[in-house]
């Protein structure tokens, strides 16, 4: 207590404006230590290899063909957005370069031999049915059909006779994340089997990055005028991919900024009181109900309202990529919430669309750790944007 009353003492000897900088320079200390700590956990995604800009195909002649150079809008947009900004011009992002297909779709697949071919499956004869420039095959060329809705969505934006409309045609860029299984093999064997083996471009990191290095990668060299990931094991049902086009048509038409750009988030929500959920077990529920009461405190506005930000199905028109793709960081399971967040803080309007889907048997989810781990990641997350580790430029 003397102590304690010696130390009131001089403080009420102590010159006020003393007694401000001390209080300043404390602030100012842990601030700077807040900032260094956050700046030496926040991950850091490594440059892309350059063996990693290439991809394989099976050519006309029905063999693998190798190191082709993947198209990348993402390097000639980044160098023209640094470029203007030391040239002190506009600060207005550059215009992305033209699509030459309708959709692309990315598959990020790390050691998925066992589960890939039943989604590439289902995914090629959905693409064949909608978006081949085959005559047998889409639906947009046979005028004696009725225009579906999703037809609807491709033929709208991808008539031939309007001049300012998108090519029609899709691809698939699977992206192979460092697997020590025989995945590229069969993706390869069964893109020579498809009814458009060029179509399927299969990419192959040297190392693991994890699913948000894989997605993020593969969005920097997508053609299309959409561009939609999906998980390699097919539980989200391919066809809704009719729905999150005519939401993200919709979405585009309100962008507050008027450059198209828009986000179409495939759903789960509406799943949460279904069998499958339900028969999860008590901890896995447990842990996803907490992550998403964790999320709604660490996240912005809209984005802790979108009820299943984790969902591997999310599809964004070509105009919201460059306010997205170049800013990332994330490389892990929490890399949906960075994406989204960055959406938000852009402008960019985000609708959330309900998918089908389905439990499928092998995931390389830890239930315990992985969820963990996505707790420290949205924190580490939401504090380097917070303090500025990370920023725009």
Known sequence: MEYLHAALEAARNTPPLFLLAICAATLIGMSLVLYITIYLVAPIPRPPRPSEKTYS??????????NNQLPCWYDKYTAEKKASQHTNQSSKNPAIEPPSVFVSVVIPAYNEEDRLKIMLTEAVAYLESEFSTSPLHSKSTTASKKPSKTSSANGSLSTPSSSSSPPSGYEILLVSDGSTDSTVSTALS?????????TIRVVSLTQ????????????????????????????????DLGSLLSSCKT??????????????VGSRAHLVRSDAVVK???????????????????????TARIGDTQCGFKLFSRESLGDIVPYMHSEG???????????????????EVP???????????????????????????????????????
């Open 57 to 66: 195909y099976i050519d006309s002649n029905g063999k693998v063909s190798d």
């Open 190 to 198: 069964f893109a020579r089997s498809s009814p458009s083996p060029q």
């Open 208 to 239: 693991n990055r994890g699913k948000g290095g894989a997605v993020t990668h593969g969005l920097r060299h997508v053609r299309g005028a959409y561009a939609i990931f999906a998980d390699a094991d097919g539980a989200s049902r391919f066809s």
């Open 251 to 264: 979405a585009q038409v309100s962008d507050p900024a008027g450059l198209s750009r828009g986000v179409a």
């Open 280 to 302: 999860r077990s008590f901890l896995r529920n447990m842990l996803m109900h907490g992550f998403h009461v964790f999320l709604r405190v660490l996240t912005p506005p809209r």
């Open 333 to 351: 399971w929490i890399f949906d919430v960075e994406m989204l967040m960055l959406a938000e803080s852009a402008g960019v309007p985000v609708v």
């Open 355 to 393: 998918v089908g889907w389905k439990e499928v048997g092998g995931s390389k989810l830890n239930v315990v750790r992985d969820s963990l781990g996505m707790a420290w990641g949205l924190a580490v997350l939401r504090m380097a944007w917070g303090v500025g580790v990370y920023g725009r430029w």
